[in-house]
């Protein structure tokens, strides 16, 4: 992404963040390839754009990719963090998913997760590729969709 299109980017973060009067630091991140973004928003008191389960966060994100896509920067996917929520949400999964590995390797049986957004499954996903031994799949649909652990065969 040129200079221009990461001025671009940073405007539309700043004019969202204008319309609900946050006050916040920007930080954006671009992989080399240029197409892969990452935008780090900090400041006080920013609870209510991450929202219940990070929900608000997750259409913030939405809008902002629905926004550059409209300025015809169709192959750029933006990722939003604010105040390291998505980071923390990271380490916690990992947390969850090993507990849940245990559980799936002691009892040779399939344990389902909690139901999770799509990004939170796929970083499980990825974490549980590491163990030779265990597999997933993601089950279920809509809200209610979920990732299940079992050991291998």
């Known amino acids: 992404m040129s200079n221009k299109q990461v001025e671009n980017l940073e405007t539309i973060v700043k004019d969202l963040l204008g319309h609900v009067s946050a006050d ?4 954006i991140e671009s992989s080399e390839e240029g ?8 400041g006080e008191d920013l609870s ?8 608000t966060l997750d259409s913030f ?10 300025e015809k920067e169709e192959n750029a996917h933006v990722t939003v963090d604010i105040n390291g929520y998505k980071e923390k949400r990271v380490e916690k999964l ?6 849940y590995i245990d559980k799936a390797r002691f ?7 909690p139901p999770m957004a799509a990004w939170e499954r796929r ?16 089950m279920g649909e809509k809200e209610d969709r979920h990732i299940v652990l079992r050991k291998k065969k």
């Not at 197409?35 to 900090?42: A, R, T």
């Not at 994100?61 to 409209?70: D, T, W």
């Not at 009892?107 to 997760?113: I, P, Q, T």
């Open 48 to 55: 209510f754009l991450i929202g219940y389960h990070g929900k």
């Open 107 to 113: 009892f040779d049986e399939e344990v389902h997760l």
């Open 24 to 27: 916040a630091d920007i930080v």
């Open 123 to 138: 970083q499980v996903h990825l974490l549980i590729g590491e163990y030779p031994d265990v597999e997933t799949e993601s």
């Open 35 to 42: 197409n892969y973004h990452n935008v780090k928003i900090d």
């Open 94 to 99: 990992h947390e969850i998913a090993k507990k």
């Open 61 to 70: 994100q939405h809008i902002v990719n629905l926004m550059l896509y409209k």
